[in-house]
């Protein structure tokens, strides 16, 4: 209780509240009754979380608590790197599977790979355990320099390893894939905007631009967003000086506008934003912004409609809440962000409503709120109030999909089996497969991998259904063999192959053929 009484008078005494309001008084004279006079003991951390979330559920979906011990993990992915051992993990049979050693990372540097099982973590067994992936983390993790023990099975050595990780920071990576993806054609792939998503896609245009690069696909699929000022970075690579990325203003907060400025690595050459239904704010951001431009062709689907800014604000606890102070608009003056006037739960089943109102599959079935209509630098007509509208419009192919093939998925069944046959077969596969173009062009889902597939589908108790199992063998191939590339090289190839052949999703295919169309280049869709 204390301390929601000290959070409200800390409000109460902030310079744009020379007064308290009559509101906060209100509350506060009833936080100190209940302290006085209420029949019970109380909670009062609890209550006043309860009354701090209470609050923020009356303003936007977006406005959000975060309890102090949540603070560091949440803010994690965004800032860019954590302190731990690097490894990237899945629990396998009860026992900790290394999937990858990160690059340069501490895990790496003392000889840990690929395939190792991890069965002793400081002289304790960790093996048939029962561990979950939060204690996992909470074993290997610590601050950078501190030393941890670990004790290694691996396959062709008849003893378990011992070794001595000296914990650092590692890298969260935002870019998950850069390759050539014809000739001349680079495409990269970024999950989030954090704070080294700016370098890391900078690294990437250069290097692809080294390998012949000279148009681009940029995948913003699934990307909820971030910070803003890396996506501003980001359209800056894109757009000449002086030409408008996006502006935000609020009640109390004045409009400010901010612009591209000298020198973006990527000004010349097509361009394709590939966006979907889970491309969110920052990703926004930039497919708006080159859109507006006619800088690039925009591919797949409407994207998730949030154009809410929020500034963290602490609380005397060190919990904080996340508040909504702005809007963002787009350089044509449209704010993209979708109504949250039903509520909550509304707000947040809106994605599953486009796919029962048949969006996903059929542009027809857009409906905006915002009928105002907004002009491109061609003066071609788009639209704010629900998310980015793609130029071209990809719908999702659902003919592949089945509850068994969801049930695989939702269970990590294809997870394993990847894992366990790479286990058995990785020398073996590194030999005939040189590198993933070759694994690309040449690897089948054999009998062996199938065989895997099937046992642990049988331990998970997942039935066998013939009919699922026929539509949806091309779907599960395409998934394994993804992920027998991830295992043997890193997430760069998984996303090569799922891309080269997705049965379910046609966005890559479509981006494409547009950006080799010869057409293109005297389109006004798309100036260079």
Not at 13 to 23: E, I, V
Not at 210 to 235: C, F, H, P, T
Not at 415 to 426: F, G, I, P, S
Not at 442 to 464: C, R, S
Request: charged share 25%; hydrophobic share 40%.
């Amino acid at each position: 209780m204390k301390k929601l009484l000290f959070a409200l008078a800390v409000l109460a005494a902030a310079p744009a509240l020379a007064q308290p309001s009559a509101a906060a008084a209100k509350l506060q004279a009833l936080l100190y009754q209940i302290d006085h006079l209420y029949v019970d003991s109380v909670d009062d951390d609890k209550l006043a979380e309860q009354a701090i979330v209470a609050m923020l559920a009356e303003l936007d979906p977006h406005s959000v608590y975060i309890p102090k011990e949540d603070l560091e993990e949440v803010n994690e992915p965004l800032k860019g790197n954590f302190e731990g051992v690097g490894i990237q993990f899945n629990i396998v049979r009860d026992t900790i599977y290394v999937v990858d050693a990160i690059a340069s990372g501490p895990s790496e540097r003392v000889g840990i790979r690929a395939g190792d099982r991890i069965i002793s973590v400081n002289d304790s067994v960790v093996a048939g355990t029962g561990l979950k992936n939060a204690d996992v983390i909470k074993l290997l993790r610590g601050p950078k320099g501190t030393q941890v023990r670990v004790g290694v099975v691996r396959q062709g050595d008849a003893a378990p390893l011992d070794f001595t990780i000296t914990r650092d920071k590692i890298p969260i990576n935002s870019v998950e894939a850069a390759y050539l993806a014809a000739p001349g054609v680079g495409y990269i792939k970024v999950s989030r905007f954090g704070a080294t998503t700016s370098k890391e896609f900078s690294d990437k245009l250069e290097e692809l631009k080294k390998q012949g690069m000279k148009d681009l696909v940029l995948d913003l699929q699934g990307n909820g967003g971030g910070y803003l000022r890396s996506a501003i970075e980001m359209a800056d690579q894109f757009l000449g000086e002086r030409k408008l990325i996006v502006y935000t203003n609020g009640r109390t907060t004045p409009r400010e506008d901010t612009y591209a400025t000298r020198g973006g690595q990527f000004e010349k050459g097509r361009l394709v934003v590939m966006i979907d239904e889970g491309s969110a704010s920052a990703s926004e951001i930039v497919s708006g912004a080159m859109q507006d431009w006619d800088r690039g062709v925009v591919v797949g689907r409407r994207s998730f409609g949030k154009g809410l800014v929020q500034r963290p604000v602490m609380l005397p606890d060190g919990s904080a809440v996340r508040l909504t102070v702005s809007r963002y608009y787009t350089p044509s003056g449209r704010c993209i962000q979708k109504s949250y006037a039903d509520g909550l739960e509304a707000y947040r089943h809106e994605r599953l409503d486009r796919l029962r109102d048949g969006e996903l599959t059929n542009a027809d079935s857009i409906h905006y709120r915002d009928t105002v209509q907004y002009f491109t630098n061609n003066k071609r007509v788009v639209y704010g109030g629900g998310g980015i509208m793609p130029d071209i419009f990809v719908p999702i192919d659902t003919t592949f999909s089945s509850n068994w093939f969801g049930q695989l998925v939702r269970k990590g069944v294809t997870n394993t089996a990847a894992l366990n046959y790479v286990d058995r077969n990785r020398s073996a596969l590194l030999r005939q497969y040189k590198d993933v173009d070759q694994f690309l062009a040449h690897f089948t889902v054999g009998p062996e991998l199938d065989a895997e597939l099937m046992k642990q589908a049988d331990e998970a108790k997942i039935a066998p259904d013939s009919a699922d199992m026929a539509r949806s063998k091309q779907l599960v191939d395409l998934r394994l063999k993804a992920l027998v590339a991830r295992d043997l090289w890193n997430t760069s190839a998984y996303w090569q192959v799922i891309n080269a052949d997705n049965p379910v999703d046609h966005s890559f295919r479509k981006a494409m053929e547009v950006i080799t169309n010869p057409e293109l280049q005297r389109s006004k869709l798309a100036e260079r």
